[in-house]
T-cell receptor, first 111, second 115 residues
Framework: GESVGLHLPTLSVQEGDNSIINCAYS??????FIWYKQESGKGPQFIID?????DKRQGQRVTVLLNKTVKHLSLQIAATQPGDSAVYFC??????????FGAGTRLFVKA | EAGVAQSPRYKIIEKRQSVAFWCNPI?????LYWYQQILGQGPKLLIQ????????DSQLPKDRFSAERLKGVDSTLKIQPAKLEDSAVYLC?????????????FGPGTRLLVL
């Protein structure tokens, strides 16, 4: 869907705590989802992906959960570190060529 | 492996001027994407190439924006004439095959400011 402008949703966590970033996607036909991390002055960087035939996928310190019933995606980061501070985007794809990015969530990690 | 290269990194122009951005994708990647990212928003796809053919340019403002990918390798995106609302970061990305279900590798972007 359309983004909301300059004021990104923000999540502030203490170093060492777990972070959960949420995303609502728009198209019930979407069958592939990706989380990207974007640090200041850089392009988005792939973190983890999940296909619609799964409801959970784990990577190194990250877990993605998919709830197709309510069209909701979440990214969990374990033991959050200062280097995790960035803007996180979820993206969806319907199997066609176009990937649609969400508006993003800014994660601040307090030392 | 070298990443996606973009130039210039920054550009300041006045409205109604022209500007061009260049992108060199990861070697061997068939698909190249240009995105526009306005401050505080997610990237929005402008155009997608598969080799040197256009796959999707439905969100490209064709009255002022143009893009080409001659020889199916590097690409240029041009804005002529620029408007104030074109101020954004222009991201180039590439992927090995295309078709959607694969990781896109992004360059650092070109930050454009139109005065």
């Amino acid at each position: 869907g359309e983004s909301v402008g300059l004021h990104l949703p923000t999540l502030s966590v203490q170093e060492g705590d777990n972070s959960i970033i949420n995303c609502a996607y728009s198209n019930s036909a979407s069958d592939y989802f990706i989380w990207y991390k974007q640090e200041s002055g850089k392009g988005p960087q792939f973190i983890i992906d999940i296909r619609s035939n799964m409801d959970k996928r784990q990577g190194q310190r990250v877990t993605v959960l998919l709830n197709k019933t309510v069209k909701h995606l979440s990214l969990q980061i374990a033991a959050t570190q200062p280097g995790d501070s960035a803007v996180y985007f979820c993206a969806e794809n319907t199997g066609g060529f176009k990937t649609i990015f969400g508006a993003g969530t800014r994660l601040f990690v307090k030392a | 492996e070298a990443g996606v290269a973009q130039s210039p990194r920054y550009k300041i122009i006045e409205k109604r001027q022209s500007v061009a951005f260049w992108c060199n994708p990861i070697s061997g990647h068939a698909t190249l994407y240009w995105y526009q990212q306005i401050l505080g928003q997610g990237p929005k796809l402008l155009i997608q190439f598969q080799n040197n053919g256009v796959v999707d340019d439905s969100q490209l403002p064709k009255d002022r924006f143009s893009a080409e990918r001659l020889k199916g390798v590097d690409s240029t995106l041009k804005i002529q004439p620029a408007k104030l609302e074109d101020s954004a970061v222009y991201l180039c990305a590439s992927s090995p095959i295309g078709g959607g279900r694969e990781t896109q590798y992004f360059g650092p972007g070109t930050r454009l400011l139109v005065l």
